[in-house]
């Protein structure tokens, strides 16, 4: 139907006013909008760039949870263990002494801990936590929650801490761990990054450092919106690190808790080895010492006690201490010239008491002399001028390679603090570190393991496992690594003579069980543990002649520091050997006295496996032997229920 012109005019007019309205709409929108961005960004670019900066995406480490360590058995060694702690960041807290003030008023603080916190606080970023208590109890911890509202910057946590139920029987073995120091991070090339979070904690000693690669494990991450200055704005996704491994060792917690103890407060050492695989069984040193005062950062009154101790406490000696050998060289000296065809079986030596050599007499023990003595009395009896004889028709150089050939005068590859080397000395040696020629009397000397020879217990129990078997032992230590098997220690044969090593060892039977040997008092009676062995006895001053003329002085009557070291290695059983032990006491007087019926015990107590029965002593001994049991039984557990107590 056709419109008339006025409708059509009509309906442009309604049209053409929508039409200016929508426009109109749509230009104020457009510059509502424009203006809104104007403001944006115009008037507030300054503060939106500054949001915009201050907010980033942040990698933060995640320290990893560090392996454990465990004996041959499973026992438990070394551990973490989750514990309360009390932190405070610096920023949030505003007036730090008055929060710490508040603080005080609801549990102990350690003042020495305290200033540890302030000086950490000082050269830390203050958005980063500080810890102030360690390891307190639930009591404290809830205390301390319940009042968080009236602390700004305190906060309670829950975190893991090395702990070493084991205490002061493996401390010299595991050692223990602590907060990286500066000193700690110069030693490192390229340090990781975890080792800069604060409080991070590494091995310092012992197994924990020689070991902190394996043990440490891998740091995780997570990221984290954090602002301009550093604070932590919220976690947005995390993943955890690898923990470290899980190492077992070759030592029993018990034989070692035990040898420990029957060491007592000497300033000794003693080293069990397996003659079968190479495995460590016990490497005690004494005194000792709690490991766990070093983790939760021991106070300068314990440590001034430890480092004053004449005992050195602090000191592995099985590994660390080297000592003039003394006697127990002797088996050395003699395989030396059996292996080179100078002397036999039956040949003699006559012992006046001393051999001149080069003007100079070279004395031996027994004033008196030996008569005439072939190898086994010569050893039985312990005859110095037998092996001063022997020395002069051998050399030095030969010495010195059959005594490298049975492990003396290198260092084993245990990982240990301060494993030492010893010495087995040559004509070479002492050339170059002395710019001297070597003379007969040093030869004289080191026959009878005096003069520059050294070796550490360590050593000597694996040459006296080497004399017992003829074959290289090797010590191990880590038995496995996350339950794989690490490689023994029993190696291949030493390539000697076997006739000449029988020889040895019937000497050493004799040593034990002969009623003139010198460590008879000392034997096992149980005739399946029969025990070959040698005493030693070294010098740690010179007897002059005049002292010699008018007596040697006494061990009893000479002050503790200069009395001789006393020395005793052996092996058992002798037909089958399974353990090689040796024991070395400071300054402890003569081996057949004072080293021998210690490691008689710990022998017996390795090869029964707990408490010896009264039967393997000697009738004469019963009652002692029992009652020192009983001593030594109620001491292990004292000292078991205080670490309980202190873990």
Request: overall charge positive; aromatic content about 6%.
């Amino acid at each position: 139907m056709r419109r008339n012109p006025r409708e059509l005019d009509l309906l442009n007019r309604v049209s053409g006013r929508r039409a200016l309205l929508l426009g109109g709409l749509q230009l104020a929108f457009a510059g509502g909008l424009a203006m809104r961005m104007r403001y944006l960004q115009v008037e507030q670019a300054d503060q939106f760039r500054l949001l915009a900066e201050e907010n980033r995406i942040n990698i933060r480490l995640i320290p990893p949870a560090r392996g454990k360590i465990f004996d041959r058995n499973g026992n438990v060694l070394a551990q973490n263990v989750q514990s309360y702690r009390i932190v405070i960041v610096r920023e949030d807290a505003g007036d730090v002494d008055q929060v710490l003030d508040k603080l005080s008023g609801l549990i102990t603080l350690d003042p020495e801990d305290l200033e540890r916190a302030r000086a950490e606080m000082q050269r830390s970023p203050p958005f980063l936590p500080v810890t102030l208590a360690d390891r307190i109890d639930w009591a404290e911890i809830s205390r301390v929650a319940v009042n968080t509202p009236a602390l700004p910057g305190i906060t309670p946590e829950v975190g893991l801490t090395r702990v070493y139920p084991r205490g002061a029987d493996f401390a010299h073995v595991i050692g223990y761990v602590g907060p990286v120091s500066d000193y700690d991070l110069s030693r490192i090339e390229d340090p990781e990054p975890v080792l800069r979070i604060p409080r991070f904690q590494i091995g310092k000693v012992g197994l924990e450092a020689r070991r902190e690669d394996m043990l440490r494990g891998k740091a995780g991450a997570k990221r984290v919106e954090v602002n301009a200055t550093g604070r932590v704005m919220r976690e947005l996704d995390r993943r955890e690190g690898q923990p470290g491994a899980d190492l077992q060792l070759s030592v029993d917690a018990e034989l070692q808790g035990y040898v420990q103890a029957r060491l007592g407060d000497e300033s000794a050492s003693a080293v069990v080895i397996d003659c079968e695989t190479g495995d460590l069984r016990a490497i005690a040193s004494a005194p000792s010492f709690d490991p766990n005062l070093f983790v939760r950062g021991i106070s300068v009154a314990d440590y001034r006690a430890l480092t004053e101790d004449l005992h050195r406490p602090l000191a592995s000696k099985s590994v660390q201490g080297v000592y003039p050998p003394g006697s127990t060289f002797k088996m050395i000296t003699a395989m030396a010239a059996l292996e080179e065809g100078l002397i036999g079986p039956d040949d003699t030596v006559w012992c006046p008491g001393y051999l001149e050599v080069s003007g100079r007499r070279f004395h031996c023990w027994r004033r008196g002399g030996h008569g005439h003595v072939d190898l086994q009395n010569s050893l039985k009896q312990s005859c110095d001028v037998y092996y001063y004889d022997l020395a002069l028709k051998v050399g030095i150089d030969k010495i010195s390679a059959m005594a490298r050939r049975f492990g003396l005068g290198e260092r084993h590859d245990i990982p240990m603090s301060a494993v030492a080397a010893g010495l087995a000395p040559d004509r070479a040696w002492k050339q170059r570190v002395h710019g001297k020629e070597w003379l007969i009397g040093d030869t004289a000397n080191a026959a009878i393991g005096q003069g520059y020879t050294l070796a550490s217990p360590l050593q000597l129990a694996v040459m006296t496992a080497r004399l017992a078997t003829g074959r290289n032992i090797m010590p191990r230590l880590i038995k496995s690594i996350d339950g794989i098997e690490q490689p023994g220690g029993e190696g291949e044969p030493l390539g000697v003579n076997e006739n000449n090593l029988r020889t040895l060892r019937r000497a050493m039977y004799a040593v034990s069980n002969d009623r003139r040997g010198t460590a008879y008092g000392s034997r096992i009676i149980e005739d399946t543990f029969r025990m070959a062995g040698k005493t030693g006895t070294s010098q740690v001053r010179n007897i002059t002649a005049a002292e010699r003329a008018a007596g040697v002085t006494s061990n009893a009557d000479l002050p503790w520091d200069r009395r001789d070291h006393a020395l005793f290695v052996c092996f058992a059983p002798y037909d089958k050997p399974k353990y090689a032990v040796t024991v070395v006491i400071e300054h402890g007087g003569g081996g057949s006295s004072a080293a021998a019926p210690v490691a008689r015990d710990v022998m017996l107590q390795a090869l029964y496996g707990d408490t010896p029965p009264l039967a393997a002593y000697p009738s004469k001994d019963r009652n002692r032997i029992k009652a020192q049991q009983e001593r030594l039984h109620r001491e292990r557990l004292r000292a078991q229920q205080e670490q309980s107590g202190r873990a």
